[in-house]
């Protein structure tokens, strides 16, 4: 079992998804985590590496392997202290994910492009 990290561009809620989803549809994936924060798709499981980056350049983001390593053993939790700033949302969607193309192609032969 390996851990492989990842870096990848998440601006939203909507790239999440989409990375989460590519990736989660690999064999041999134990865990997947995204930190939309940092930008870190953390991989725990049996997969190869070049798999993983292929499938997030699939949806369109870029991607590039921070590590590759046995997984850290879970630390005792620790007592948590009350955070006064909750975290952040993601927006629903980025610019990157609101381009949306609409072609139009009457009989005659023209071509109509909205973007």
Not at 6 to 21: A, F, G, R, T
Not at 52 to 61: A, E, L, N, Q, S
Request: overall charge positive; charged content about 30%.
């Amino acid at each position: 079992m390996k851990k492989t990290e990842v870096k990848v561009n998440i601006n939203c809620h909507k790239c999440k998804s989409e990375v989460l989803k590519a990736v989660t549809k690999l064999q041999g994936i134990d865990q997947v985590t995204a930190d939309a924060a940092k930008g870190i798709l953390t991989v725990v499981g049996e997969v190869d590496p070049v798999c993983v980056i292929t499938r997030v350049r699939k949806t369109g983001k870029d991607a590039e392997i921070i590590s590759v390593g046995p997984p850290k053993k879970p630390d005792p939790p620790k007592p948590e202290k009350p955070d006064n700033d909750p975290p952040k949302p993601l927006p629903l969607s980025c610019p990157q994910c609101q381009y949306v193309v609409v072609s139009y192609a009457p009989d005659d032969g023209r071509i109509c492009s909205i973007l």
